[in-house]
T-cell receptor, first 113, second 115 residues
Framework: KAGVTQTPRYLIKTRGQQVTLSCSPISGHRSVSWYQQTPGQGLQFLFEYFSETQRNKGNFPGRFSGRQFSNSRSEMNVSTLELGDSALYLC????????????FGEGSWLTVV | AQTVTQSQPEMSVQEAETVTLSCTYDTSESDYYLFWYKQPPSRQMILVIRQEAYKQQNATENRFSVNFQKAAKSFSLKISDSQLGDAAMYFCAYRSPNTGNQFYFGTGTSLTVIP
């Protein structure tokens, strides 16, 4: 069974641009959540989607958005990039929102210059 | 929001020795789950062990075991017979049933294994 797949793995963007990251969950998993990981801040929860609906949202500005498709694949978008958005963005999936364990992808490294 | 605290930013252990990583959490909930995840240099987060709060018995997975003290809100990870492959960042996590089953993570402990 394939794991959680994130694309792209690495990308460099310029301040002010926007970026879209993609996540394909484990087959059969319908819940996808996103985390931002930065040194010293650990993992910060961005949002979680289930059945194409956002179920939970972390404390991030509106520049951070996401969506989920009918095949459970998810995308997150960051608009008007700032230097502080440079981070590892991790996607995780579980079967249901009530699922006891989340499984992570390898992450997308975003560098904003 | 729940708070998870890992007070040891860095730890080191000799190969084949035992090391314990600390984690405390703050909650008013009675039923929850606790986790330890490992993040090696590849950055892939891997589940190490999971503990259900309603279970008094400490979880064990091969060389990994936990010391779960519910009243003290403490959840430490013990790694026995440490191996070079155990070198990684370790994150403690709390799953909250009352906030949409959201996961809350600590800031991590970087473990170095000395040959």
């Amino acid at each position: 069974k394939a794991g959680v797949t994130q694309t792209p793995r690495y990308l460099i963007k310029t301040r002010g641009q926007q970026v879209t990251l993609s996540c394909s969950p484990i087959s059969g998993h319908r819940s996808v959540s996103w985390y931002q990981q930065t040194p010293g801040q650990g993992l910060q929860f961005l949002f979680e989607y289930f059945s194409e609906t956002q179920r939970n949202k972390g404390n991030f500005p509106g520049r951070f958005s996401g969506r989920q498709f009918s095949n459970s694949r998810s995308e997150m978008n960051v608009s008007t990039l700032e230097l502080g958005d440079s981070a590892l963005y991790l996607c995780a999936s579980r079967q249901q929102v009530s699922g006891n364990t989340i499984y992570f992808g390898e992450g997308s490294w975003l560098t904003v210059v | 929001a729940q708070t998870v605290t890992q007070s040891q930013p860095e730890m080191s252990v000799q190969e084949a020795e035992t090391v314990t990583l600390s984690c405390t959490y703050d909650t008013s909930e009675s039923d929850y789950y606790l986790f330890w995840y490992k993040q090696p240099p590849s950055r892939q987060m891997i589940l190490v062990i999971r503990q259900e709060a309603y279970k008094q018995q400490n979880a064990t997975e091969n060389r990994f075991s936990v010391n779960f003290q519910k009243a003290a809100k403490s959840f430490s990870l013990k790694i026995s017979d440490s191996q070079l492959g155990d070198a990684a960042m370790y994150f403690c996590a709390y799953r909250s049933p009352n906030t949409g089953n959201q996961f809350y993570f600590g800031t991590g402990t970087s473990l170095t294994v000395i040959p």
